[in-house]
């Protein structure tokens, strides 16, 4: 039987499966970052040259440059009426920018009790969608309107005539969560990567307590592979947020560079540091751990805040944490969520496609599931899946095109060209789509043509 946390890192990011312990957190984030697969030779390198410079006036120094002083830094934005308990920068040092955000359990600790994982096959053999049902023993109460209050689209709901606390998949968070307390000390949740709020509901409607930890009836298409009968999944409450200036796929080079993460955790025991100059108006400490410097504060009650910097100045450091904003719920709400839309299924190459849409760990992304899963993503949160450029992976080429086109033709290297009808002109992106097989011999795409309804030529876009 296959084990559940391999399954389940291959069906969300961040993964769903309970991570390693608390004391182990911060590691484990930065093992599974330096493991991701390496991105393409021109993006280390556009990368490498767009931090080298800031990054060479950092190691070598500043005794050449005006140091950077408080009274120069940006007026502290102001909290927004609704607060997300999410912050951003307004100023980074160089060309830095924000490349991922994610929202993940703050204390990933597995506690006493039992859970139940199914997967609906999607139409590759590495996709599909997750379900989990887990009863914890041993749980406190669960504090409906506190979460309610912290989390964006956080809802309270009624389970089985209980209270129940409802997360959806939003913007850096990429599952939704149904938790109640079904029995005292026992707290029950269904939570899915994939499925409906609907669906999560009917879950928990049928949700019966051991001796036989069930839910009836499951929904359609998805099989159970794994039970647990030692261990309950994580509660997932409290989170915590990280805006980092690292890509989740990078390669070593990349991971070499300097970098910033600004951290948001809720109900955090303050670490132990060295007490520094007051951040944002909060007494703070400075903590150091080789090349990483940390910044740590107390934004408001039950909320702690951090700016760390790898081969950044402490003034730089500074200067981030005093620029920082906080989010809106407003705000988190109006961008790309990681719930998946399908723009189009079909065949090319004489194998089945599907090409969809979904949010990304920052912005929207692109991707093929055809033999494997191929994406394309952009970092920027109001970025438009219209505007992105041609995609290849496994011999197809992916994109999109203007909204009135109904085919398209690539121009290949050496002459050749190969055409294919448009998809996805319905599903409400503002453009028409692609998939189309490249011949084995193709060494290169130089245009995309997209055509009218009568072959006209309505717009020829070069590929760098």
């Not at 991922?100 to 996709?127: K, N, S, V």
């Not at 060295?274 to 039950?302: D, F, I, M, N, Y």
């Not at 949160?381 to 041609?390: H, S």
Request: proline letters at 10%; one cysteine or more; hydrophobic letters at 40%.
């Amino acid at each position: 039987m296959p084990d559940v946390t391999d399954l389940l890192l291959r069906l969300a990011e961040p993964p769903l499966a309970p991570p390693d312990a608390i004391e182990t957190l911060e590691h484990r984030v930065r093992r599974r970052r330096r493991r991701r697969r390496a991105t393409r030779a021109t993006l280390a390198v556009a990368c490498v040259v767009a931090v080298a410079a800031p990054a060479a006036l950092i190691v070598a120094g500043r005794s050449a440059t005006r140091p950077v002083s408080i009274a120069t830094q940006p007026a502290q934005p102001s909290t927004p009426e609704h607060p997300a308990g999410r912050f951003l920068p307004t100023w980074l040092p160089g060309t830095m920018r924000i490349a991922t955000e994610q929202e993940y359990l703050a204390f990933p600790a597995q506690p006493a009790g039992r859970f139940r994982t199914f997967i609906r096959r999607g139409p590759q053999p590495i996709d599909g969608d997750s379900l989990t049902i887990s009863l914890q023993d041993g749980a406190p109460a669960l504090d409906i309107d506190t979460a309610v209050a912290r989390y964006p689209g956080a809802a309270r709901r009624d389970v089985q005539g209980r209270p129940a606390l409802y997360l959806p998949t939003v913007s850096a968070r990429s599952g939704a969560t149904l938790v109640w307390s079904a029995a005292p000390g026992r707290l029950a949740q269904v939570t899915g990567v994939g499925v409906t709020e609907s669906e999560l509901a009917s879950v928990a409607g049928g949700f019966q307590l051991p001796p036989r930890l069930d839910a009836t009836p499951v929904p359609l298409g998805f099989a159970e592979v794994t039970r647990n009968d030692t261990h309950a999944y994580p509660p997932p409450v409290p989170l915590r947020f990280t805006a980092d200036t690292r890509p989740l796929q990078g390669s070593s080079v990349l991971a070499e560079a300097p970098w910033v993460s600004i951290g948001a955790l809720w109900d955090a025991v303050a670490p132990a540091g060295q007490p520094t100059a007051p951040v944002r108006g909060h007494p703070a400490v400075k903590s150091k751990e080789g090349t990483e410097t940390t910044l740590w504060w107390t934004e408001r009650p039950g909320l702690m805040v951090s700016v760390t910097g790898t081969k950044v100045s402490i003034d730089d450091i500074r200067r981030v944490a005093v620029g920082l904003r906080e989010q809106s719920v407003e705000e988190v709400l109006g961008r790309p969520t990681g719930e998946k839309v399908v723009l189009a299924r079909g065949e090319a190459g004489g194998t089945p496609y599907e090409l969809r849409t979904h949010g990304g760990p920052s912005g929207p992304c692109l991707e093929l599931a055809h033999g494997g899963l191929f994406s394309s993503c952009s970092s920027d949160p109001a970025a438009r899946v219209a505007d992105f450029t041609l995609s290849i992976g496994g011999g197809m080429a992916f994109g999109p095109v203007v909204a009135e086109a109904t085919s398209v033709r690539l121009e290949l290297a050496g002459g050749q060209s190969v055409e294919a009808v448009t998809v996805g002109r319905d599903a409400g992106q503002g453009a028409a789509f692609y998939v189309v097989a490249l011949p084995p011999e193709a060494s290169r795409v130089e245009a995309v043509v997209a055509l009218g309804a009568g072959g006209q030529v309505l717009r020829r876009t070069p590929v760098a």
